[in-house]
C-alpha cells in the first residue's frame, strides 16, 4: 500500500488480490473499509476487475481454441479409457495411425484367405505374417526413424522403457485380434490361432535387444528375413507348422528370455539412440 | 511432477562439468579429450563442419553415451539412469536435425513434448505450452498443422519446446538456422532472457551470433578444443591480422572484395599497409585456418 500524506492507497498487487480472492480475510476486510472512503482505489479496482475479467476470458478463448483436437485414434484410444496423455503419445508414431491398421488387416486377410483356399501354402504364408506383423508394429511404433522427434523424444525424463511398453503393447492389441481372427477361420489344428503369438514376442524381444547395434529398423529387417526363410523352408517341405511346434516354441521362448535380459541388463537400450553424423 | 518443481538444489548447482571426454564413430575420432566446465550465461561452440560439435552437444543433452571421460551435470551422472532423469528434468534440447510427426498442429507437438517432460496436469501444461509458444511469437499459429508452416517457423516451434519448464541446462545445436535477421534478433532477446538464470550452451556458424550474445567462445576442430575464452579475448588475438588493400594479397589466408571495392585480407600482413578493425569472424578463420595448416606441418614432417 502507498501513503500520501494522510491519505493512503492500496497497491494494484492488493487490489488484484481482492479481486481474484486471494487475499486473507483480515487483509480484506481493512482493504473493502477503505474503499468504502477512497474514490480513487473504487476506480483502479473497476480497472483492474475489468482487466483480470478480460484476461481470464481471452486465456479461455485461447484454451478452447488451441487445445489440440484428438485424432481418431486418440478419440478411440479415450473411449477405451486411456487418458488423453497416453492417448497423444500413442498417436505420434506410425503404428498408431489407420493406414498401419488398415495394412496389417488387409495382409492378414490375405495370408487367411490363402489359407483357406491353399492348404499348407497357406499356413505357411499365415505363420509367416502373423509373428512379422506385430515385429514391423514395433519398429515403427519406436523406431528412431518411426517418430522423427525422436532425437528430443529420448532426452526427455518420461521413462523410455514406459515408452516402449506402452507402445508396444498398443501394437500387439491392435494386431493380434486381428490375426487371431484370421488364425480361427484357418482349416489347420486349433492352437495354431495362437501358435504364432511365441515368435511374435521372440522377434520383438530380439528386434529391440538387436537395436543399438544395428538400428531397429536393420533389427526388424533381418528378424523378418530370418523367419521368412524359416517359414518358407518349412512350406516348402510340406509341414509348416514345424515352425510352431513344442521345439519351435521352446526355442522362442529361450530367445524371449535372452533378449529380456539383455534389455533389462543394459537399461539404455530402451533408448534406441540412433547413429548420428558429427 | 513437472520441471518447474525440481527441488532448488538441483538447479542451484547449474553447471556441467566434461573431463577427459573422448568419441569415435568406427575409426573416425569426432571428440578427442575434452575439458570443460559450463557455468551459467550463455557458451557458444565454433567450429567447420565436423568438427564435433554435435557430437559434443548430444553428449551433454543425455543423447548419447561418451567412450571415454566423465560427464556431470547439475552433479548428475548422466552414466546411470537416475542420473539421466534428473538432468532431463532440468534440460532443454533443440538438436541440429528434428522433425515432427504427422498430423500435429503447432500446438499438439509442443503439448505431446510437455507430456514427455512430465506436465501432467493438463491446464498448466497447456498454460505452459502456451506461454512457450508466444515466446517465439508462434501464439497465432498454435492451430496450423506443424507440416504447413515454414522452415524458419518450424525451427521456432522446436525452439518453443526446448524453453519448456524455464530448463536450468539450455542445449542448442544452430537454433537460428533458417531464421530471417528479425526472427534471429528476436530470439537472441529471448535466449539471452533465458540464459540470466540458466547454463545455455549453442552452436552455431553465424559469428555474429555468437559476437552478439555469448560472454563465452569455444572453438572446436577436429574433436579438440583450440580456444576457450571470451569473445574480446578472441577478437583481439586477430589484431593487426586484418587489413584493406585494393587487391587480394598473396600472404592472406583468406581474403574477399567488399561492398566498398576494397579486398579485406586476413593472414600476416606485409609492412606499411591499411590495418582494420578486426572482427570475431576474422579471428575464428585464422584460428582454424592456422590449425589447419598445422596439421599440415605436422604431417609433411
Known amino acids: ?278 | 511432477m513437472n520441471p518447474a518443481m525440481t527441488p532448488a538444489t538441483d538447479r542451484a548447482a547449474g553447471s556441467a562439468r566434461l573431463t577427459g571426454i573422448a568419441k569415435r564413430y568406427g575409426r573416425a575420432r569426432a571428440l578427442d579429450s575434452i575439458d570443460l566446465t559450463l557455468t551459467p550465461g550463455v557458451t557458444g561452440l565454433l567450429g567447420p563442419n565436423g568438427a564435433g560439435k554435435t557430437t559434443l552437444l548430444r553428449i551433454l543433452a543425455t543423447a548419447l553415451a561418451a567412450d571415454e571421460g566423465q560427464v556431470r551435470v547439475f552433479e548428475h551422472d548422466p552414466a546411470t539412469a537416475a542420473g539421466r532423469v534428473q538432468i532431463r528434468r532440468n534440460l532443454g534440447y533443440l538438436p541440429q536435425e528434428a522433425g515432427f510427426p504427422r498430423g500435429f498442429t503447432t500446438f499438439g507437438f509442443v503439448d505431446y513434448l510437455a507430456i514427455l517432460k512430465e506436465w501432467t496436469h493438463r491446464d498448466s501444461r497447456h498454460a505452459e505450452v502456451r506461454r512457450v509458444l508466444d515466446e517465439v511469437d508462434l501464439g497465432d499459429l498454435a492451430t496450423k498443422r506443424v507440416h504447413s508452416l515454414s522452415g524458419g517457423q518450424r525451427r521456432r516451434v522446436l525452439v518453443a519446446q526446448a524453453l519448456l519448464g524455464h530448463p536450468q541446462l539450455l542445449v542448442l545445436d544452430e537454433p537460428t538456422t533458417g531464421l530471417d535477421p528479425a526472427q534471429r534478433a528476436r530470439l537472441r532477446d529471448i535466449l539471452s532472457t533465458a540464459a540470466q538464470t540458466a547454463t545455455l550452451v549453442l552452436s552455431t556458424h553465424q559469428t555474429e551470433d555468437v559476437a552478439a550474445l555469448c560472454e563465452r567462445v569455444i572453438v572446436l576442430d577436429a574433436g579438440r578444443i583450440h580456444f576457450d575464452g571470451s569473445v574480446a579475448e578472441l577478437v583481439t588475438s586477430a589484431a593487426g591480422r586484418v587489413w584493406l588493400a585494393p587487391e587480394r594479397h598473396l600472404m592472406a589466408q583468406h581474403a574477399w572484395r567488399t561492398g566498398s571495392g576494397m579486398w579485406r585480407n586476413v593472414g600476416d600482413p606485409p609492412p606499411d599497409v591499411e590495418l582494420a578493425e578486426p572482427t570475431l569472424e576474422d579471428a575464428y578463420l585464422l584460428l582454424v585456418g592456422n590449425h589447419a595448416l598445422d596439421a599440415q606441418m605436422e604431417a609433411v614432417s
Open chain 1, 1 to 278: 500500500m502507498t501513503t500520501n500524506g494522510e491519505a493512503w492507497h492500496a497497491d494494484d498487487q492488493a487490489l488484484r488480490g481482492l479481486v481474484q480472492g486471494t487475499t486473507g480475510p483480515v487483509a480484506a476486510a481493512s482493504l473493502e473499509a477503505h474503499l468504502m472512503r477512497c474514490e480513487t482505489c473504487r476506480a483502479q479496482l473497476n480497472t483492474l476487475a475489468l482487466d483480470d475479467s478480460l484476461e481470464r476470458t481471452w486465456l479461455l478463448v485461447r484454451a478452447t481454441v488451441e487445445s489440440p483436437e484428438p485424432t481418431g485414434v486418440e478419440r478411440l484410444l479415450q473411449a477405451c479409457g486411456m487418458s488423453e496423455e497416453t492417448g497423444r503419445l500413442l498417436a505420434a508414431v506410425p503404428a498408431m495411425r489407420g493406414a498401419w491398421l488398415l495394412g496389417v488387416a488387409v495382409v492378414m486377410a490375405f495370408a487367411g484367405l490363402a489359407a483357406a483356399f491353399s492348404g499348407n501354402l497357406g499356413i505357411g504364408l499365415f505363420l509367416l505374417m502373423a509373428p512379422l506383423a506385430p515385429v514391423m508394429g514395433v519398429a515403427a511404433a519406436f523406431g528412431g526413424d518411426a517418430d522423427p522427434a525422436q532425437e528430443i523424444v529420448v532426452t526427455a525424463p518420461y521413462s523410455a522403457g514406459r515408452l516402449l511398453l506402452l507402445r508396444a503393447t498398443a501394437v500387439l492389441l491392435t494386431s493380434a485380434p486381428i490375426a487371431m481372427l484370421v488364425g480361427l477361420a484357418l482349416p489347420g489344428p486349433g492352437w495354431l490361432t495362437i501358435a504364432w503369438l511365441t515368435p511374435a514376442a521372440a522377434g520383438i524381444g530380439l528386434t529391440l535387444a538387436l537395436a543399438p547395434l544395428t538400428g531397429l529398423t536393420n533389427a526388424a529387417a533381418s528378424i523378418g528375413v530370418v523367419w521368412s526363410t524359416l517359414t518358407l523352408s518349412a512350406t516348402r517341405a510340406h509341414d509348416p507348422l514345424v515352425v510352431v511346434d513344442s521345439i519351435g516354441q521352446l526355442t522362442c521362448l529361450t530367445l524371449v528370455v535372452i533378449a529380456a535380459i539383455a534389455i533389462v541388463s543394459k537399461s539404455r537400450i530402451l533408448e534406441l539412440p540412433r547413429r548420428q553424423k558429427q
